[in-house]
């Protein structure tokens, strides 16, 4: 029998329950005593935060992984978005991937004004004598390393905070960071 987990995943955390490079990490193991054989689907990367989920079924991981599943970030930006910006994003933009340049897919995006409750207070970015921020979502089925951040950089908007809310069906709901939720199978 499989087990599956929800996780609302930290800033600071690495996605993964190795690491064997000689400076001490925050791994996921740290947050849960999952079983043998955990895998997290995806990653987000040490800076981001939000919906994780996990498995122990290989083949739960390739589909939710693949092409067909959005995944739903918000992103706080430095600076206040406008809806040109959007668009180009919406569109596709030009970023850099393994060294070569690529335009991302069409996606969703639109501006936030009203933030859900399962954003969380999250870690201090800056003060208010820094600028103005805004929040924008983003939506893709893709997902290249750090794209969102990417993405929001070529617009001329740079990503302060990263949050992911939403895998397929699955949002992030009311956890709080570090929560985990174990429930029977993923609907995506």
Known sequence: MHH??????????????????KR???LLGELFDFPENTMAIGRLDEDSEGLLLLTTDGMMSEIVRSKTVEKEYFAQIDGIIHQEAVEQLINGVEIGFKGIRYTTKKCEAKIITELPNCIGEGRRIRDERH????????????????????????VG???????????GNIHLQNLKAGE?????KFNV
Do not use: C, N
Not at 144 to 153: I, L, P, W
Not at 157 to 167: G, Q, S
């Open 131 to 154: 600028g103005p921020t805004s929040w924008v979502s983003i939506t893709l089925t893709e997902g290249k390393f750090r794209q969102v951040r990417k993405m929001t950089a070529a």
């Open 157 to 167: 908007f740079p990503t302060l905070r990263l949050v992911r809310i939403r895998v």
């Open 180 to 184: 985990v939720l174990e429930i029977d």
């Open 24 to 26: 001490h990490k925050k």
């Open 4 to 21: 599956h987990f929800l996780l609302h995943k930290p800033h600071g955390y690495l996605s993964q329950f190795i690491y064997e490079k």
